[in-house]
């Protein structure tokens, strides 16, 4: 149990890094994105 939980902490913290300087760099990005889950 504890190794999936550790995982996915893992992977949520590496979904932040990969993502937020995509977003906070690219206002195009943060706009398709927005289209897109719009």
Do not use: Y
């Amino acid at each position: 149990m504890s190794a999936v939980v550790d995982s996915s902490i893992i992977n949520d913290e590496t979904k932040k890094v990969l993502v937020e300087p995509l977003v906070t760099n690219n206002p195009i990005t943060l706009q398709v994105l927005g289209i897109c889950s719009a």
